[in-house]
């Protein structure tokens, strides 16, 4: 099974500052990579799907990217409401969906 | 609009059975696949259980199968999730969602969820 790991585990930013977070799989394929951000008491929002493309209704300053093993969440200029929980996801595995274990992104 | 709505959570001793429900409208239910994805208090994100519309093809993650099973009404776009002998492993917040239309590799719509805590 390919497996996806996070990093950091959390990260301590204000807001306008832009950040960068990593999803790595253990091992390639034929990936196409999602990312979800949850606040609390809520339930996860589709972000981005296919690694680059924004779902409906997702601001500009979020885009993604990569490929094989190597996939990237970017987010320029932060909102106070970005602080959030992020999830990257895949579905290689089929037909389970695999999700990585998360990045909080917390405000400093 | 989708709306998805969990309901049917509570608290089991381990062993218990409990029905998780989700109520969909704002889309065409029967002709779409349906999951279940849990997520255990302060933790991740876990996929449970799939449905397609047709009830032709069923999957569930290895944690729960042979104790799970999830079935739907479409002509009252309910979905459903049956839990037998739970475990206190089992204690989450269950969500409906609604892969994607276009490939079903993520989820476009996510129900609010409901909690199932299994404890003596």
């Known amino acids: 099974d390919i497996v996806l790991t996070q990093s950091p585990a959390t990260l301590s930013l204000s807001p306008g500052e832009t950040t960068t977070l990593s999803c790595r799989a253990s091992q390639s394929g034929s990936i196409s990579l999602a990312w979800y951000q949850q606040k609390p008491g809520q339930a996860p929002r589709l972000l981005m799907y296919?690694?680059?493309k924004r779902a409906t209704g997702i601001p500009a300053r979020f885009s993604g990217s990569g490929s094989g093993t190597d996939f990237t969440l970017t987010i320029s200029g932060l909102e106070p409401e970005d602080f959030a929980i992020y999830y990257c996801q895949h579905r290689v595995n089929w037909p389970r969906y695999t999700f990585g274990q998360g990045t909080k992104l917390e405000m400093k | 609009e989708v709306q998805l709505v969990e309901s049917g959570g509570g608290l089991v001793k381990p062993g218990g059975s409990l029905t998780l429900s989700c109520a969909a409208s704002g889309f065409s239910f029967p002709t779409y696949t349906m999951d279940w994805v849990r997520q255990a208090p302060g933790k991740g994100l876990e996929w449970v259980s799939s449905i397609s519309g047709g009830h032709t093809y069923i999957y569930y993650a290895d944690s729960v199968k042979g104790r799970f099973t999830v079935h739907r009404d479409n002509a009252n776009n309910v979905l459903y999730l049956q839990m037998n002998n739970l475990r206190a492993e089992d204690t989450a917040v269950y969500y409906c969602?609604?892969?994607?239309?276009?490939?079903?590799?993520?989820?476009?719509?996510w129900g609010r969820g409901t909690l199932v805590t299994v404890s003596s």
């Open positions: 969602a609604k892969p994607s239309a276009i490939d079903e590799l993520n989820f476009d719509y």
């Open positions: 296919d690694a680059s």
